[in-house]
């Protein structure tokens, strides 16, 4: 029996999987388009997301359970929308992960002259496999590797604010306000580098007191990554070097991505296997299949699967990357229509006007997401797994 997870943790898994490189990377492209207002992408960013945070939080006060986004949409919208909003966010998640590892990869294979020859998809999929091996053999999402993982993103965080406070120069900030043309413009930037508060909802099965730990570990954490990243783009704008040139600050950024591999790979798996108990694929008995250590190993395997075959036959990563988020947002949305039906029905107690607003945030961050992938492209190998899995699905319920 694996030991139940507090909230202190849980707040480490949600930060852990949100935080990445974006936070670091988007410094100089915020700073382009609204100079050292730069902060105010994170600021409207987390003010058209929190709608949905505070009715997500709710959802899962309601339904503390594993597979949480695919529970709310079925509870509410039926099985097939379930369906829909389960395997889109599987599937999102594990291409998410998939590129995580890949970035660890490319940085680490840069620096080790032995792994320069090899190609870099393979050794991402070796270190997606390690990281399943180790969740299966013991190393659990609650455990103290996630203090480890913390500190290697607030180390050169905390860097960054220590540094700027010591050599800020208030003539480096702009009295002068931005047009409002110009903050817009930094929204899209921002908005993506706060994906993944949602994760907890997809292991509600392992926390103490779930009913209220998921509620809290969700707007947190949010609460938490958005104050970081609103003063460390404040104070990293007015600084005169490059945040990746510095490689102990680069080495620690790039270790912190397999941090947020571990953790959506080691929880995604549970949205699998949710799907798998309620008969949405055939050999449920394999599927739900959970080890000694309680994991779902073989839909753990299945994911790294899919994370690999995505590596290995598609090099538009630019498109898979705005697809994955697409497909993460599509299921925000059916989880949002799920809470406004809820509340209709009088069976979800929050004020009726944080989901309508949350499907409105949804609606916006969904059209972000196409506009991003008219740009990049679409992936047809993403298209076929993930609609192939729908179209199966449609054809499995019509033979039954």
């Known amino acids: 029996m694996v030991k139940k997870i507090g909230l202190p943790t849980a707040l480490l898994i949600n930060i852990n999987i949100i935080i990445g490189a974006g936070v670091f990377l988007n410094v100089k492209p915020l700073a ?13 960013g987390a003010t058209i997301l929190f709608p949905f945070v505070l009715t997500l939080a709710k959802l899962a006060q309601a339904y503390p359970v594993s597979g949480g986004l695919y529970v709310y949409s079925k509870e509410y919208l039926g099985l097939f929308a379930g369906f829909v909003s389960g395997w889109s966010y599987f599937i999102g998640k594990t291409v998410s992960a998939a590129f995580l590892a890949l970035a660890f990869t490319r940085f680490f294979q840069e620096q080790i002259l032995f792994l320069q020859p090899y190609p870099t998809a393979l050794l991402a999929c070796l270190v997606i496999f390690t990281i399943i091996l180790l969740n299966i053999l013991g190393a659990h999402i609650g455990g103290s590797a996630q203090y480890v993982f913390i500190l290697t993103k607030l180390i050169p965080i905390f860097f960054i604010y220590i540094t700027g406070i010591l050599t800020i120069q208030t003539g480096n900030f702009s009295s002068t306000p931005q047009p409002i043309s110009s903050l817009a413009g930094t929204i899209p930037i921002a908005l993506y580098a706060f994906m993944g508060f949602e994760i907890t909802c997809s292991i509600g099965h392992m926390f103490k007191k779930s009913s209220s730990t998921i509620p809290r570990a969700i707007i947190g954490s949010f609460l938490f990554v958005t104050t970081i990243y609103i003063f460390f783009q404040l104070l990293a704008t007015q600084q005169p070097f490059s945040l990746l040139s510095n490689k102990p600050i680069a080495t620690l950024i790039f270790t912190s991505a397999i941090a947020g591999s571990f953790g959506i790979l080691t929880s995604n798996c549970w949205n699998l296997h949710a799907l798998a108990l309620d008969n949405h694929f055939p050999g449920k008995k ?39 988020v697409f497909c993460v947002v599509t299921s925000f949305l059916l989880s949002t229509l799920a809470a406004l039906l809820a509340v209709a029905n009088k069976k979800l107690l929050i004020n009726k006007w944080i989901p309508r607003l949350a499907l409105a945030g949804c609606g916006y961050v969904l059209f972000l997401c196409l506009k991003n992938i008219q740009t990049a492209g679409v992936s047809l190998p993403f298209l076929a797994l993930l609609f192939g899995g729908i179209g199966l699905k449609t054809l499995w319920l019509f033979n039954k």
Not at 32 to 44: P, V
Not at 306 to 319: F, H, K, T
Request: glycine residues 12%; negative net charge.
């Open 32 to 44: 382009l388009i609204a100079g050292s207002f730069g902060f105010a992408g994170y600021l409207l």
């Open 286 to 324: 394999i599927l739900t299949k959970i080890s000694q250590t309680h994991v779902p190993w073989v839909g753990l395997l299945l994911e790294g699967g899919i994370a690999c075959l995505m590596l290995l036959i598609s090099d538009n990563q630019v498109a898979l990357q705005s697809m994955s």
